[in-house]
């Protein structure tokens, strides 16, 4: 699986857009991006996942370079309760490919 | 639905003592996962099944832990006998069937203190 690397930890004001980034340089042709976050003393919560071309749900957004070898999510418009890890996890689908592989994240924590 | 239900939410117990941790999955779903988190080693994946069959047990640290699906709607994970290192938050986490993709859904925890 390719290996993902992420900042340790970012600010953000509330009410302003979050971006956190992701590198994955080695991710190859059928592996995914996903984001999971996981708030303090909860489980981790599934956010968005993407391939090649940019997504977006009710919960955030995902950008991948055209190269794949990163990506952004963005919070549009975060919140306190937005405080959280947030995990990048590069995996590809089908076949015995149920394991997700949790890194050390990125601890995002909105400012008042 | 109420989710992923995981019995009980907290576990103090003294070492060598048997622990027994509950996960019943959401309705539905075929896939179930058993995670252990701590601060020096994150989150690990320990066991994962598939329709009530092991299917990848390498995270599973040694052989007093041990885990059973006797069907769809319930899973054990049992540490005997249990040591103080095996102090961590344990998490079941459960997916649907014909998803391709991977979107997990996990419990609540069990905060598991062995004294």
């Known amino acids: 699986d390719a290996k993902t690397t992420q900042p340790p930890s970012m600010d953000c004001a509330e009410g302003r857009a979050a971006n956190l980034p992701c590198n994955h340089s080695?991710?190859?042709?059928?592996?995914?991006v996903y984001w999971y976050r996981q708030i303090h003393s909860q489980g981790p919560q599934y956010i968005i996942h993407?391939?090649?071309n940019n997504e977006t749900n009710e919960m955030a957004s995902l950008i991948i370079t055209e190269d794949r070898k990163s990506s952004t999510l963005i919070l549009p418009h975060a919140t306190l309760r937005d405080t959280a890890v947030y995990y990048c996890?590069?995996?590809?689908?089908?076949?015995?490919?149920?394991?997700?592989?949790f890194g050390t994240g990125t601890l995002l924590a909105v400012q008042p | 639905d109420a989710g992923v239900i995981q019995s009980p939410r907290h576990e103090v117990t003294e070492m060598g003592q048997e622990v027994t941790l509950r996960c019943k999955p959401i309705?539905?779903?075929?896939?179930l996962f058993w995670y252990r988190q701590t601060m020096m080693r994150g989150l690990e994946l320990l066991i994962y099944?598939?329709?009530?069959?092991?299917?990848?047990d390498s995270g599973m640290p040694e052989d007093r832990f041990s885990a059973k699906m006797p069907n769809a709607s319930f899973s054990t994970l049992k540490i005997q006998p249990s040591e103080p290192r095996d102090s961590a938050v344990y998490f079941c986490?459960?997916?649907?069937?014909?998803?391709?993709?991977?979107?997990?859904?996990f419990g609540p925890g069990t905060r598991l203190t062995v004294l």
């Open positions: 986490a459960t997916r649907p069937p014909g998803s391709g993709y991977n979107e997990q859904f």
């Open positions: 080695t991710i190859s042709g059928n592996e995914y």
């Open positions: 993407g391939l090649k």
């Open positions: 996890i590069v995996r590809s689908h089908g076949g015995a490919t149920n394991k997700l592989i």
């Open positions: 309705s539905g779903h075929n896939s």
């Open positions: 099944f598939n329709n009530n069959v092991p299917i990848d």
